[in-house]
């Protein structure tokens, strides 16, 4: 399955500069691992880095302008960074599957004449066939909604002008293009600049490399689960994959009793081990075709519905279910899951969360934000990030496993986040 090795931040709230990861030019760092997880006090960016993925998956589905509206953000200029008149712009630096060469995506957002949010920039790179180190070529070159693309799923063609030569601007290529007639590559022209190339050229056979990362962003899960919204009653209907926002919760039940009972009695029985009580989850019709969902718990004959069961109890059902996807997503993006959980709870979820993100059948990459040490404690190290205010009033980020104290004293039996309380990781 593909993984997310690096991803780099700029204008995004209080993410002036913020980078976490691999890439193409910093080759020594260590990648992203399978599941990471970013702590830090409040107001010092958590949100805005959870919802940085957010709104590139939305630019992705929506359009740029749209995505700026989106999910309450209020707009560019609310979310570009205070102070700053530079474009919003991400850097994904991303590998396929197996050993396949990683692809960077850089991107570029800004305002235009009319004021309006459009796509500056757009660009798709990757190393050619064993070439392991020196600069990635690019196979997608988009200004202003207008470049030229490269087909196939090798490098460009020796022939052809090198678009990451000095001085190589996107007019040249596309004389280039147009000049050479290649049929490797051809001149691309958006009729919207505020929708993103990928979006267009990700849904065309002949750029199967566009479209495997267009797959992937597509594939990311950003849970909004709110256990208020578990409680609702949705039309019955089986469905497949729980929502983003959890008010198909009941749907997925029944989708899981139907076709997938194996899969279903695992979920239960992991919901025993961690809430003792629950004997059996089940759904129930009423009259005018809605759905229940009904938890019969030991010691009491009459079940319990959604609408009475606690936050903690429909949180944790609702992550075990996700889980236990038959089409896993890719990457799956969680805000402070604690709330609402007994800290207890929290180590066992802890241990959920990296067996699915380790297991050779699932292997998706989980990203968590927090700020309860209970949680911090059952983490590494390496799977820790720390979110800190700078000097300059935004956000910069370390890994703990770059402080070899830290390091020493967690060898040492000493548990992380008893050392973030402690103020070990504090960097001031």
């Known amino acids: 399955m593909p993984k997310l090795e690096g991803f780099k931040v700029r204008n995004y709230r209080a993410l002036h500069a913020v980078q976490m990861g691999k890439f193409w030019n910093a080759n020594s760092n260590a990648p992203l691992s399978p599941m990471s997880v970013v702590i830090g006090k409040n107001g010092v960016g958590k949100s805005s880095l959870f919802d940085a993925f957010g709104f590139l998956a939305d630019c992705l589905k929506q359009g740029v302008e749209e995505a700026c509206d989106a999910r309450g953000r209020g707009g560019f200029e609310r979310i570009r960074s205070r102070g700053q008149t530079g474009p919003i712009e991400f850097e994904v630096y991303y590998r396929g599957e197996g050993n396949d060469r990683p692809i960077t995506y850089e991107l570029a957002i800004d305002l235009d004449e009319a004021g ?14 064993n070439q392991n180190t020196g600069r990635p070529l690019s196979f997608l070159w988009l200004q202003n909604g207008k470049g030229v693309a490269w087909k196939g799923d090798t490098a460009i063609a020796s022939k052809q002008l090198d678009p990451d030569e000095p001085g190589v601007s996107v007019e040249r290529l596309i004389e280039d293009a147009e000049t050479t007639e290649s049929p490797e590559t051809e001149v691309v022209q958006l009729d919207d600049k505020r929708r993103l190339g990928i979006a267009t050229l990700g849904s065309l056979k002949q750029h199967p490399r566009v479209a495997a990362f267009r797959r992937f962003i597509e594939g990311w899960y950003l849970s909004y689960f709110t256990p208020d919204a578990a409680r609702s009653l949705p039309l019955a209907g089986p469905q497949k994959q729980l929502n983003v926002k959890g008010d198909n919760l009941g749907n997925v039940v029944q989708y899981m009793e139907r076709d997938n009972k194996e899969r279903f009695q695992r979920i239960l029985d992991r919901i025993a081990e961690n809430i003792p009580g629950i004997d059996k989850i089940e759904t129930q019709q009423s009259p005018d075709k809605r759905l229940l969902l009904r938890f019969n718990s030991k010691g009491f004959i009459d079940p319990f519905f959604a609408q009475e069961m606690s936050d903690g109890t429909l949180k944790v059902f609702a992550y075990l279910l996700l889980l236990e996807d038959p089409n896993p ?14 800290h207890k709870l929290l180590e066992s979820l802890v241990a959920e969360f990296r067996t699915y993100a380790t297991s050779k059948k699932q292997s998706s990459q989980v990203f968590i934000t927090t700020h309860q040490p209970y949680l911090v404690d059952a983490l590494k190290p390496e799977e820790v990030w720390i979110l800190e205010k700078g000097n300059d009033g935004f956000s910069v980020i370390r890994r703990a496993s770059e402080h070899p104290i830290v390091n020493a004293l967690v060898e040492e039996g000493l548990p992380l986040g008893g050392l973030w309380y402690s103020d070990y990781l504090d960097g001031k």
């Not at 309006?116 to 990757?126: A, C, F, G, S, T």
């Not at 997503?329 to 007994?342: A, D, R, T």
């Open 116 to 129: 309006r949010p459009y796509v500056l920039r757009e660009r798709l790179r990757q190393r050619r066939k």
């Open 329 to 342: 997503p890719p990457f799956i993006c969680i805000e402070e899951p604690e709330n609402g959980l007994y």
